[in-house]
Protein backbone atom coordinates (compact mmCIF):
# COMPACT_ATOMS: atom_id res chain seq x y z
CA UNK A 1 0.00 0.00 0.00
CA UNK A 2 1.36 3.58 -0.79
CA UNK A 3 0.92 6.30 1.36
CA UNK A 4 -1.75 8.53 0.08
CA UNK A 5 -0.47 12.26 -0.79
CA UNK A 6 -2.86 15.23 -1.63
CA UNK A 7 -3.20 15.53 -5.84
CA UNK A 8 -2.50 19.09 -6.56
CA UNK A 9 -6.53 18.89 -7.55
CA UNK A 10 -7.42 19.33 -4.34
CA UNK A 11 -5.17 21.83 -3.40
CA UNK A 12 -5.96 25.36 -4.17
CA UNK A 13 -4.70 27.61 -6.92
CA UNK A 14 -3.91 30.43 -4.76
CA UNK A 15 -2.09 28.42 -2.47
CA UNK A 16 0.05 25.72 -4.20
CA UNK A 17 2.78 27.88 -4.69
CA UNK A 18 2.94 28.81 -1.16
CA UNK A 19 3.55 24.79 -0.95
CA UNK A 20 5.89 24.35 -3.45
CA UNK A 21 7.96 26.87 -2.02
CA UNK A 22 7.83 25.78 1.94
CA UNK A 23 11.64 25.88 2.60
CA UNK A 24 12.48 25.05 -0.61
CA UNK A 25 15.88 25.92 -0.14
CA UNK A 26 16.58 23.30 2.41
CA UNK A 27 15.25 20.85 -0.18
CA UNK A 28 17.52 22.03 -2.57
CA UNK A 29 20.70 22.32 -0.23
CA UNK A 30 19.77 18.44 0.57
CA UNK A 31 19.48 17.73 -3.04
CA UNK A 32 22.61 19.30 -4.40
CA UNK A 33 24.39 17.12 -1.34
CA UNK A 34 22.90 14.19 -2.65
CA UNK A 35 23.92 14.79 -6.29
CA UNK A 36 27.93 15.68 -5.28
CA UNK A 37 28.13 12.94 -2.65
CA UNK A 38 27.95 9.04 -2.20
CA UNK A 39 26.57 9.11 0.86
CA UNK A 40 24.70 12.10 2.79
CA UNK A 41 23.69 12.48 6.72
CA UNK A 42 20.74 14.56 7.15
CA UNK A 43 20.34 15.09 10.99
CA UNK A 44 19.95 17.52 14.49
CA UNK A 45 22.49 18.02 17.37
CA UNK A 46 21.66 15.86 20.37
CA UNK A 47 20.10 13.36 18.02
CA UNK A 48 21.71 9.77 19.42
CA UNK A 49 20.75 7.93 16.45
CA UNK A 50 22.30 10.63 14.34
CA UNK A 51 25.26 10.15 15.70
CA UNK A 52 24.91 6.14 15.72
CA UNK A 53 24.91 6.11 12.01
CA UNK A 54 27.63 8.64 11.56
CA UNK A 55 29.32 6.04 13.68
CA UNK A 56 29.07 2.90 11.62
CA UNK A 57 29.58 4.89 8.86
CA UNK A 58 33.04 5.45 10.47
CA UNK A 59 33.54 2.27 11.56
CA UNK A 60 32.86 0.95 8.19
CA UNK A 61 35.03 3.32 6.40
CA UNK A 62 32.76 5.21 4.70
CA UNK A 63 33.16 8.79 4.08
CA UNK A 64 29.76 10.77 3.91
CA UNK A 65 28.63 14.58 4.07
CA UNK A 66 26.67 15.80 7.14
CA UNK A 67 24.30 18.23 6.69
CA UNK A 68 23.07 19.47 10.19
CA UNK A 69 19.47 21.24 11.07
CA UNK A 70 19.05 22.78 14.33
CA UNK A 71 18.44 20.57 17.49
CA UNK A 72 15.66 19.12 19.00
CA UNK A 73 14.37 22.96 20.32
CA UNK A 74 15.56 24.97 16.35
CA UNK A 75 15.45 24.69 13.06
CA UNK A 76 12.42 22.10 13.18
CA UNK A 77 10.57 23.56 10.54
CA UNK A 78 12.97 23.29 8.15
CA UNK A 79 13.55 19.39 9.49
CA UNK A 80 9.34 19.33 8.94
CA UNK A 81 9.51 20.14 5.16
CA UNK A 82 12.31 17.60 4.54
CA UNK A 83 9.91 15.41 6.02
CA UNK A 84 7.08 16.65 3.94
CA UNK A 85 9.68 16.00 0.92
CA UNK A 86 10.78 12.49 1.77
CA UNK A 87 7.62 11.07 3.18
CA UNK A 88 10.85 9.84 5.98
CA UNK A 89 9.16 10.19 9.49
CA UNK A 90 12.14 10.72 11.62
CA UNK A 91 16.15 11.64 11.60
CA UNK A 92 18.68 10.94 10.71
CA UNK A 93 18.22 10.81 6.73
CA UNK A 94 20.47 8.90 5.13
CA UNK A 95 20.67 9.09 1.07
CA UNK A 96 23.00 6.90 -0.73
CA UNK A 97 23.96 6.87 -4.36
CA UNK A 98 20.97 9.47 -4.60
CA UNK A 99 18.16 7.30 -2.37
CA UNK A 100 16.93 7.41 0.24
CA UNK A 101 17.43 4.48 2.56
CA UNK A 102 16.34 4.96 5.48
CA UNK A 103 17.70 6.12 9.39
CA UNK A 104 20.48 4.84 11.83
CA UNK A 105 18.65 0.77 12.53
CA UNK A 106 18.04 0.89 8.30
CA UNK A 107 21.71 2.14 7.62
CA UNK A 108 23.29 -0.75 10.44
CA UNK A 109 21.21 -3.25 8.19
CA UNK A 110 22.87 -2.39 4.93
CA UNK A 111 26.04 -2.46 6.50
CA UNK A 112 25.69 -5.91 8.25
CA UNK A 113 24.45 -7.49 5.16
CA UNK A 114 27.30 -6.02 2.47
CA UNK A 115 24.47 -4.27 0.44
CA UNK A 116 25.94 -0.50 1.39
CA UNK A 117 29.16 -2.08 -0.21
CA UNK A 118 27.06 -2.75 -3.25
CA UNK A 119 25.35 0.35 -3.08
CA UNK A 120 28.44 2.19 -3.51
CA UNK A 121 30.05 0.06 -5.75
CA UNK A 122 27.32 0.88 -8.53
Do not use: C
Request: no cysteine; net charge positive; proline share 5%.
Amino acid sequence: MTRPLLGESAIHPAVRQRIAEHHLSVILQVQTAIGLHPVVVVGLSGNPFVGKARKALAAAGVAHEYIEFGSYFSQWRLRNALKMWTGWPTFPMVFVRGTLVGGADDLRRLIDSGELKTLLQA
